[in-house]
């Protein structure tokens, strides 16, 4: 039916408007931006951790042998640590943010007080890279894990080694002490994730689910409950007082970066290559779904309503900032 003049008008009016509004709500409802973006390292970074205590300093590791400390949000580092022979690996910072322990290509892990500006202790042990690290939420103990196949546990004050895990059959990617403290959870090239006991020093289970490497684990705030990311592109939930699987979310376009439960345990967030998912479990639920343009993220956390993740690409570090307040209920 052949529409009149002012039909045709209105109709385009319509659609002009509807397409402003389109254009400002897109606009003014971006979620996520780049706070900065900085080099972190004459050659290329290789790690990097947010502090969890504050949300406002950064450590970053790399090939030029450096542990390199920044104030979020600032060009200029607060410090540089020298005292390395190889490239960092893994870096982590206690839960005061005044120790960080580095771990090497050598596999040698050293201590430093921020504080001082000085190596506190340096450990050897592995026979190869250090490539994860992580302190004891309480305690003057600390985990590492190695190319190496093997998971240890290191006491600050006695100054040594006093647990060596044995069991995954490739590196240790990722390591995780559970909040309690009693456990340590580590996840391997092998695309196995291993709980170990600290008290009876014995794994206490396996789970063998993944199809890839694990790269990322996180605990429920408030339950016995795991998450796990791995470069099969999926997310797994898994019950830590029954040891069964829960559920997976995925597979995704990409392999799984990162990911963090949200302080109120009702979600868990999923870095991807150049995205973030927001899932919940039991039934599996995708609730949002954010595109940032971080790449090869590193670290995540959530501070104030904000998530905050952190990026590298050869010797640039990028701070991304995405607001996570809209983000769908899953109730």
Known sequence: MKQSLPTVVFSASLWFLGFVFSFISAMTTKRAYKLQEFVAHSSSVNCLKIGRKSSRVLVTGGEDHKVNLWAIGKPNAILSLSGHTSGIDSVSFDSSEVLVA???????????????????????????NCISVDFHPFGEFFASGSLDTNLKIWDIRKKGCIHTYKGHTRGVNTIRFTPDGRWVVSGGEDNIVKVWD??????????????????????????????????DRTVKFWDLET???????????????????????????????????????????????????WSKLSDLNIHEGKLLGCSYNQSCVGVWVVDISVETSPY
Do not use: M
């Open 243 to 293: 040891f069964e699987l829960i559920g997976s979310a995925g597979p995704e376009t990409t392999g799984v970066r990162c990911l963090t439960f949200n302080p109120d345990g009702r979600t868990v967030l999923c870095g991807l290559h150049e995205s973030l998912k927001v899932f919940s479990w039991e039934p599996i639920r995708c609730h949002d779904g954010v595109d940032v343009g």
């Open 102 to 128: 580095a771990g090497a290509a050598s596999g040698t892990i050293k201590l430093w007080d921020l504080e001082e500006a000085k190596i506190v202790r340096t450990l050897t042990g592995h026979r190869s």
């Open 198 to 231: 600290l008290t009876a020093g014995k794994l206490l289970h396996d789970f063998k689910y993944h199809e890839g490497q694990i790269q990322c684990l996180d605990f429920h705030p408030h339950e016995f409950l795991l998450a796990t990311g791995s470069a």
